[in-house]
């Protein structure tokens, strides 16, 4: 009953604050009373821009793994996507959105959902298309054998084959939206400040104030968010996942969350199950539905047997050139405003882009290196063990969704205390924030190792050595490379906080291309702002398609699970 209160006063509070009248910039009350109000709202907007993230990196994802066309369309997005920071898509989403709606909330909220969903999708889809790369070929000839449609060996094969993948990569992207939360929903664009009630904007404010007290009590309405998500949503569905493990013998123990057995006692959902099913029993519809009824069957079997032939969109020659010609009349106006703004760029600003591009690059190298070599034993640890992965699951999620804000002038004053510059410290500070998405693709990896294959290892006497070198590493390194992509495009994107903090009305920053980009958006600066985006576009896509496509492609070939 109190999911049910909390959601219905959730969807109360939602639609009161979206049809009310516009108000670009609000007082932030920083009262106790205020958080959970605060919390319901932001905890809304990161919800919703997670469901619009899963869809798109189903569709994304199964595309881009299934029709080769589509794969050398939809990739070069993503690498473009991930490369540009959340706040760099603020002038065209709040400018465009308020534009269409000027007269209620509703194009600032949905401008935020958006930010949030850009911090989101990347390691989703990513993570989906990298399963659907790897699946075995033994599935594929099963599907065939069995004949069947592409939508039941979606269903059926490549859907649970990626769920573990999916379920860890959701923690991250959902920890990767509370990190940049505050950015989201109080930001500064062209002089004018703009606040939206939340989490992110109470933080905001009270970091900006330097009210200790208001910033210890977002930290505990924070912490008590993330463990409640942990515990009613996270949990049950990490346990669940295991059961799509490729592994032959049974575990012997199986967790079940204690939030799974509530739900199995509980009268309301057998109420609710109870009632579903008499709806779509016969019984219900009477003699006179089932005619009806058949002919609706008949309307969506038709309807599949239309998608399943869909194959001959990839032969329709005139479709794709049609859609090729679209894609580069459209590239092709893009480019056109670009170089409007790039105009704008003087000699000297190209120059120190290109400097802070190459001293960011060398910051995002060393959090890779560093990265690797911390999570893969830990991962591993935690992985194979489904007691540690009860233990340590909630902490990881709790550690990685702290946004940046909150962390940084904690590390700040240490940084002081220890005489650490920022050049050195900004590379630190991305370190906390992009560290998570390559150890949640250690554990999905790590948690997808059979059962079967380890204790034949064992039976064998092979060392713990020999076990890491020729099981647990090549088993995770699908996944592995997987995390450095997403954690290299979140340590581009975390370069604009960590390299441009503001604490108590005083700015601290170091030469990178995050703190130019921070800097050209507070001051309206779109020339630089743009000319900034285009170098980091240009060096994350460059360093996409020369190294890690290359990896994925030996890595596919090297260490693909076969039977």
Same mark, same amino acid.
């Given at each position: 009953?109190?999911i049910?209160?909390?959601?219905?006063?959730?969807?109360?509070?939602t639609?009161?604050?979206?049809?009310g009248?516009?108000?670009? &910039?609000?007082d932030?009350?920083?009262?106790?009373?205020?958080l959970?109000?605060?919390?319901?709202?932001s905890?809304?907007?990161?919800?919703l821009?997670?469901?619009?993230s899963?869809f798109?990196?189903l569709?994304l994802g199964y595309l881009a793994?299934?029709? &080769?066309?589509?794969e050398?369309?939809?990739?070069p997005f993503?690498?473009?996507?991930?490369?540009?920071?959340?706040?760099g898509?603020?002038?065209g989403l709040v400018?465009?959105?308020l534009?269409?709606?000027?007269?209620s909330?509703?194009?600032l909220?949905l401008?935020c959902?958006?930010?949030i969903?850009?911090?989101?999708v990347w390691?989703?889809?990513f993570?989906?298309?990298?399963?659907?790369?790897?699946l075995?070929?033994h599935?594929h000839e099963?599907?065939?054998?069995? =004949?069947?449609?592409?939508?039941q060996?979606?269903? /059926?094969i490549?859907?649970?084959?990626s769920?573990?993948?999916?379920a860890? =990569?959701?923690l991250?992207s959902m920890?990767g939206?509370?990190?940049?939360?505050?950015?989201?929903?109080?930001?500064?664009?062209g002089?004018?400040?703009?606040?939206?009630?939340?989490?992110?904007?109470?933080?905001?404010?009270?970091?900006?104030q330097? =009210?200790?007290?208001?910033?210890?009590?977002?930290?505990v309405?924070?912490?008590?968010?993330i463990?409640?998500?942990?515990?009613?949503?996270w949990?049950?569905i990490?346990a669940?996942t295991?059961?799509?493990?490729v592994?032959?013998a049974p575990?012997v123990y199986?967790?079940?969350?204690?939030?799974?057995?509530l739900?199995?006692e509980?009268?309301?959902?057998?109420v609710?199950?109870r009632l /579903?099913?008499?709806?779509?029993s016969?019984?219900?519809?009477?003699?006179?539905?089932?005619?009806k009824r058949g002919?609706?069957?008949?309307?969506?079997?038709?309807?599949?047997a239309y998608?399943?032939?869909?194959?001959?969109?990839?032969h329709?020659?005139?479709?794709?050139?049609l859609?090729?010609?679209?894609?580069?009349?459209?590239?092709?106006?893009?480019?056109?405003?670009?170089?409007q703004?790039?105009?704008?760029?003087?000699?000297?600003?190209g120059?120190?882009?290109l400097k802070?591009?190459g001293?960011?690059?060398?910051r995002?190298?060393?959090?890779? /290196?560093?990265?690797i070599?911390?999570t893969?034993?830990?991962?591993?640890?935690?992985?194979?063990?489904?007691?540690?992965t009860?233990?340590f699951?909630?902490?990881?999620?709790?550690?990685?969704?702290f946004?940046a804000p909150i /962390?940084?002038?904690?590390v700040?004053v240490a940084?002081?205390?220890?005489n650490?510059?920022?050049?050195?410290g900004?590379?630190?500070l991305?370190?906390?924030?992009v560290?998570?998405?390559v150890?949640?693709?250690?554990?999905?990896g790590?948690t997808?190792?059979?059962r079967?294959? &380890?204790?034949?290892f064992?039976?064998v006497?092979?060392?713990k050595?020999?076990?890491?070198?020729?099981?647990?590493?090549?088993s995770i390194l699908?996944?592995l490379?997987t995390?450095?992509?997403?954690a290299a495009?979140g340590?581009?994107?975390?370069?604009?906080?960590?390299?441009?903090i503001?604490?108590k009305?005083?700015v601290?920053?170091t030469?990178?291309l995050g703190?130019?980009i921070?800097?050209?958006?507070?001051q309206?600066?779109f020339?630089?702002l743009?000319?900034s985006?285009?170098?980091?576009?240009a060096?994350?896509?460059?360093?996409?398609?020369?190294?890690?496509h290359?990896?994925?492609?030996?890595?596919d &070939?090297?260490?693909?699970?076969?039977?």
């Open positions: 009953m109190g049910i209160g909390f959601l219905i006063y959730g969807s109360v509070l639609a009161q604050r979206w049809t009248e516009l108000q670009p &910039r609000i932030i009350e920083l009262s106790y009373w205020a959970p109000k605060y919390g319901i709202l905890l809304t907007r990161a919800s821009a997670y469901l619009l899963l798109s990196s569709v793994a299934r029709y &080769r066309r589509a050398q369309i939809i990739l993503l690498d473009i996507g991930q490369s540009i920071p959340v706040i898509f603020l002038p400018l465009g959105l534009s269409v709606f000027s007269k909330n509703l194009g909220e401008a959902i958006l930010m969903f850009t911090s989101q390691n989703l889809a993570s989906f298309y990298s399963s659907m790369k790897f075995p070929k599935f099963m599907s065939a054998n069995v =004949n069947l449609s592409w939508w060996k979606f269903l /059926l490549e859907l649970p084959f769920a573990s993948g999916l860890w =990569n959701s991250m920890a939206g509370w990190f940049f939360l505050t950015v989201c929903e109080a930001f500064t664009l002089g004018k400040e703009f606040r939206l009630p939340g989490l992110g904007s109470y933080m905001a404010v009270a970091i900006e330097g =009210n200790t007290q208001a910033m210890v009590g977002g930290f309405a924070m912490i008590i968010l463990l409640g998500m942990d515990f009613i949503i949990r049950p990490i669940w295991r059961r799509f493990r592994d032959e575990e199986q967790e079940i969350p204690f939030m799974q057995l739900l199995q509980s009268k309301i959902v057998r609710v199950d /579903l099913k008499f709806i779509w016969p019984q219900f519809h009477g003699p006179q539905k089932k005619k002919t609706l069957q008949q309307w969506f079997h038709r309807q599949w998608l399943d032939d869909i194959e001959w969109l990839s329709f020659r005139v479709f794709n050139r859609f090729v010609l679209i894609s580069l009349i459209f590239a092709l106006w893009v480019s056109s405003q670009i170089f703004f790039l105009e704008g760029v003087t000699i000297d600003e120059f120190l882009i802070s591009t001293l960011t690059l060398l995002v190298l060393g959090c890779l /290196l560093i990265s070599l911390w893969v034993p830990f991962g591993l640890w935690v992985g194979l063990s489904t007691e540690r009860r233990l699951q909630p902490l990881i999620q709790l550690a990685a969704s946004p /962390l940084y002038p904690l700040l940084f002081q205390y220890f650490i510059g920022l050049g050195v900004s590379g630190i991305m370190l906390l924030g560290q998570w998405y150890l949640f693709n250690v554990l999905a790590a997808m190792i059979s079967e294959l &380890r204790e034949t064992m039976l006497g092979l060392s050595v020999d076990t890491w070198k020729n099981l647990y590493i090549p699908p996944n490379v995390g450095l992509v997403t495009g340590a581009w994107n975390a370069s604009i906080v960590a390299e441009y503001t604490y009305h005083q601290y920053s030469m990178g703190a130019l921070s800097e050209a958006t507070a309206g600066n020339s630089l743009v000319g985006l285009v170098a980091m576009v060096i994350v896509v460059g360093f996409n398609r020369l190294v890690w290359q990896v994925y492609d030996w890595v &070939r090297r260490f693909r699970f076969e039977r």
